[in-house]
């Protein structure tokens, strides 16, 4: 069984940091590509970033995603956030590999992060 657990997520002032993982079990991440995407209130999904099995990736913005298949885990580094960062982020998994258009088959429950002075 799939899973995917986000933590890491909490409040912060603008221009902090966060960072973001995601646990997966249930299937062998290095076959994988591993995303981020966020939805904030009242708006789609978007995807934020997007790493390969091979660690190329797709980012989207300003932050940084890694993985470290030995770990089962991927990772999220936001720098320098913004109040329109806010959002619930999700991790999500997919054997097609990352691209502008990229979509997940897999997603975690999400985490919240709120950047609010």
């Known amino acids: 069984q799939v899973q995917l657990v986000e933590s890491g997520g909490g409040l912060v002032q603008p221009g902090g940091s966060l960072t973001l993982s995601c646990a997966a079990s249930?299937?062998?991440?290095?076959?994988?590509?591993i995303g981020w995407f966020r939805q904030a209130p009242g708006k789609q999904r978007e995807g934020v970033s997007c790493i390969n099995s091979g660690d190329s990736t797709f980012v989207k913005g300003r932050f940084t995603i890694s993985r470290d298949n030995a770990k089962n885990a991927v990772y999220l580094q936001m720098n320098s956030l913004k109040p329109e960062d806010t959002a619930v982020y999700y991790c999500?998994?997919?054997?097609?590999?990352?691209?502008?258009?990229?979509?997940?088959?897999?997603w975690g429950q999400g985490t919240q992060v709120t950047v609010s002075s």
């Open positions: 249930g299937f062998i991440l290095d076959d994988y590509a």
């Open positions: 999500a998994a997919s054997t097609d590999r990352c691209s502008s258009t990229w979509w997940a088959d897999y």
